[in-house]
């Protein structure tokens, strides 16, 4: 079998378990070099397991919180292998419990790891793959930040976020060859021990998540995509936009704008924009006006 990532350096993020873990083995078992990140001595074990397998992996602990760490991992990954081509952004923790229970601290908390960790790590490679015009890079969402989910509301938050992320990330990055995508999967971990039966844990293993992850580096990967991965099964989620309904001449909007509002949610001919700028083009237009937004 032809190695898909010969030649590519990785880095991955909360990797010491898990999926993190799993998508660092079969990374690794598609010929690439990865470096392992987690807190505590755990990375180590899985960079044993690699280099055991014949493959190559350095470790490093860190905290994706503190930007330095990420700094050190990513200048770890250039000193040992010359370069960075993929990160994959799966460090996260849950914290769950309603909204009126939640603490402050425990929604902030999960920002700073699952949002600001991404960031931090992004930042570090982000430079370094502009340079060599040439990178790939993994948010990990969920179906919980897509489509919400009782009791997580902090997590749901969080992994919206690296949706709207990845979103302009792609964009930005499209000239320097640097693609950046979503990744949502359904998988049983300790993260997740006690949320399903047993006859879900033994189909939603996190080895039947990663190979959507290396669908999402190679060099042919597409860039802008919200793959959805579970039990060997996969789709892509969208964010779309309806076509709704002009009232922009009414005399009383709001009461135009309620009485339609099923309209307004109506699928049909509902599209994937493009960018940001497809609201207000979408909306111009239908007011018969031709002049270019300048601002949102």
Avoid at 40 to 56: F, K
């Amino acid at each position: 079998m032809s190695k898909r990532l010969e030649h590519r350096v990785a880095i991955v993020t909360g990797a010491g378990g898990g999926l993190g873990r799993t998508h660092a083995l079969e990374l690794a078992r598609q010929g690439a070099r990865v470096v392992i990140n987690d807190l505590g001595d755990a990375a180590q074990a899985v960079a044993g397991e690699i280099r055991a397998a014949g493959g190559q992996a350095m470790a490093l602990a860190g905290d994706v919180t503190r930007y330095a760490d990420m700094e050190s991992l990513a200048a770890l990954a250039v000193s040992t292998f010359g370069r960075i081509d993929i990160l994959v952004n799966n460090a996260g923790i849950l914290r769950d419990r309603t909204f009126a229970k939640m603490s402050l601290e425990d929604f902030r908390l999960m920002l700073d790891v699952h949002v600001m960790g991404a960031v931090n790590a992004t930042r570090a490679v982000w430079p370094r793959m502009q340079a060599q015009a040439y990178g790939r890079i993994v948010m990990t969402t969920s179906s919980s930040g897509l489509y919400g989910n009782f009791g997580q509301s902090n997590y749901g938050a969080a992994k919206m976020a690296l949706v709207g992320l990845m979103q302009t990330l792609s964009l930005e990055g499209a000239k320097y060859n640097v693609r950046v995508n979503c990744l949502a999967p359904s998988a049983m971990t300790a993260m997740t021990e006690g949320l399903m039966d047993e006859a879900a844990t033994a189909v939603l293993t996190p080895e039947r998540v990663s190979p959507g992850l290396v669908a999402l580096v190679g060099d042919d990967a597409p860039t802008r995509m919200i793959l959805l991965a579970g039990g060997g099964s996969y789709e892509c989620a969208h964010i779309t936009m309806t076509q709704g309904i002009y009232v922009g001449d009414a005399d009383d909007q709001v009461e135009a704008l309620c009485g339609q509002m099923a309209q307004v949610q109506a699928q049909a001919g509902q599209c994937v924009p493009a960018s940001g700028w497809e609201q207000p083009r979408h909306e111009l237009a239908k007011a018969g006006a031709n002049a270019r937004p300048t601002g949102s």
